[in-house]
């Protein structure tokens, strides 16, 4: 059998325990693998191919999902609609929406059909990006094709109308859409409630409520849930009982969802003891707790500074529903920390590394960092990396960086700037990253001018920027209006004439950002 005859199996990447960083490992050995071979002449097995794209995508790893999907291409494979869907899906959920539109230009080009589920993916990630002009246009684009839109076509539209203009706006839509035949479901006019909520227009999403039978639908969980989660919200106990008895039925008996919705409102109106029993009532019913439905009262817990209720509640969440903290919970934590019970939100930390039995110590003590960074805590961030570095914890790259992008999250581009200075001063010698974190930082808060200065004194360290360097500051020019794309332009051809930046990259950025003239 010849090479190019061979079907390449590759070794299993999802087999045992291991900890995050060590399944990151896997993976991209997995995939440098794939690569090696697929060059080779051998063709990838359709199905180990199709997970380790889902598997890269879950990781964040797009670059990498796309390579896969056209080593697949390339070696003969017809990649199912489901996969194809997933990558474009994913993209425009990572804000990617360039790179996700250049795909799907591309599989049109390789004869592959889109259909109305890819289309939705785009446009939701339209209406995302706050342009309902565009998506309203994108809409026509794909009617022309012969694609029929679908309700949640629809959903995604009237979301994105009454976030940018308001729910009267929407409801206009609404008619609109109907007067041309459209057949919105009960998940649109759920948008329409939701919308209401939102302006604070309660009692006429009640009488909307009550107005879906005549409109052919009757109301399920999800249209009772969105207005119980505003009463709530407001204190408005009384008729959210009220409310709360009419769900009866097998479309609107109370879910998870429900619960979770009372859970956080009681929590946040300082009612824990009714909030856990309503919790121990969810169980009872029985539905899983999660950690959604724990955090709020840990969060409520520790405003108060009330450390042992926090450790016996996560005790009640680890040992007897077997509920794994997340990112949320170490957020409700580090609020300890406003109470100046630093010491305490750090013993609590210790005792959740120790149940992380699969997580090496240095690896769950960075995860609560960047995890406290990436929701705006950096000052608690701060205080607790104190507390971890006096038992032994040595930041490292990667922390420096969560720090430098959280304090950038927050507008503190001075102390961004001090902390990455402090890492020279304390021999800990920053890396690309560390400069392409304080790059973005400036970029996105509008300070392209400084991130430019942090580029030349990349430069003048002797550190080489890589092409992530180089995108980051094509975007922070790119976004300064029309003339900021007439200089993004020069800039991105100079630098795909320098071939430090790549054609597909330049292709994405020439999409995503709207860039014209660029002399290529």
Known sequence: MSPKDSVLTL???????????????????VFFQLEYMVAKGHKPDVNQATQLLYDLCKSKKMKKAIRVMEMMIGSGIVPGAASYTFLVNHLCKRGNLGHAMQLVEKMEEYGYPTNTVTYNSLMKGLCKQGNLTKSLQFLERLMKKGLVPNHFTYSFLLE??????????????LHDIIAKGGKPNLVSYNVILTGLCKEGRIKEAIGFLRDLPSKGFNPNVVSYNIILRSLCYE?????????????????????????????????????????????DEMTRIPFKPTAASYNPIISRLCKEGKVDLVVKCLEQMI????????????????????????????????????????????????????????????????????????????????????????????????????????????????????????ILGFCKSGKTALAFEVFEMMIEKGYMPNETTYTIIVEGIAHEEEEGRKLAAQVLAELHAKQVISQYTVERLVMQYDIDGLPL
């Open 235 to 279: 204190g408005q106990w009384e008729a959210a009982n009220k409310l709360l008895a009419e769900m009866k039925g097998e479309e609107r008996s109370p879910s998870a969802v429900t619960y979770n919705i009372l859970i956080t409102s009681l929590a946040l109106h300082g009612r824990t003891e009714h909030a856990l029993q309503v919790l």
């Open 11 to 29: 070794p299993s990447w999802r087999s045992g325990k291991f900890d995050p960083r060590s399944r990151e490992l896997r993976l991209n050995d």
């Open 160 to 173: 994105a109308a009454y976030k940018e203009r308001g729910v009267n706006e929407a409801l206009n839509l």
């Open 319 to 438: 040992y007897h529903h077997r509920c794994n903290p997340n990112e949320g919970t170490y957020n409700a934590i580090s609020l300890l920390c406003e109470e100046g019970k630093v010491h305490e939100a750090f013993s609590i930390f210790q005792y959740l590394d120790r149940k992380q039995l699969d997580w090496p110590t240095q690896d769950f003590y960075k995860c609560v960092i960047s995890s406290l960074c990436r929701k705006g805590n950096t000052y608690p961030a701060f205080q607790i990396l104190y507390e971890m570095t006096k038992c032994g914890f040595t930041p490292d790259s990667y922390t420096h960086s969560s720090l430098i992008r959280g304090l950038c999250l927050e507008g503190m581009l001075d102390v961004a700037m001090e902390v990455f200075k402090l890492m020279e001063e304390n021999h800990c010698r920053p890396d690309v990253d560390n400069f392409n974190a304080l």
